[in-house]
């Protein structure tokens, strides 16, 4: 079993930045991969970022260039810092970890950060 602990969230104004952080109770077995995903009011779960135990990271075209992902692992920590905010940006963010042990994929989920963008 693993906890996910997210947070960082806040109010920024439009242009501005935020970093989140997803703290994991555990060191995470390899393979994995860390996500963040976005909800808002009314609207589906969005995918925003992605990075695997391998350091690769992977986002939608709705925030490539503005979002960034990395990971500490001495602290089982993964930070998205976000940049040049919108208010279209403003959601509940979720963390979500995939391990991959022995053939099966577990997923673990944050109880989320909320984040508003004002215009």
């Known amino acids: 079993q693993v906890h996910l602990v997210e947070s960082g969230g806040g109010l920024v104004q439009a242009g501005g930045s935020l970093r989140l952080s997803c703290t994991a109770s555990r060191r995470p077995f390899s393979p994995n991969s860390i996500g963040w995903y976005r909800q808002a009011p009314g609207k589906q779960r969005e995918w925003v970022a992605r990075i695997t135990s391998g350091g690769n990271s992977v986002y939608p075209d709705s925030v490539k260039g503005r979002f960034t992902i990395f990971r500490d692992s001495s602290t089982n920590t993964v930070y998205p810092q976000m940049n040049s905010l919108k208010p279209e940006d403003t959601a509940v963010y979720y963390c979500?970890?995939?391990?991959?042990?022995?053939?099966?994929?577990?997923?673990?989920w944050g109880q989320g950060t909320q984040v508003t963008v004002s215009s």
């Open positions: 979500n970890l995939i391990e991959v042990v022995s053939g099966q994929q577990t997923d673990y």
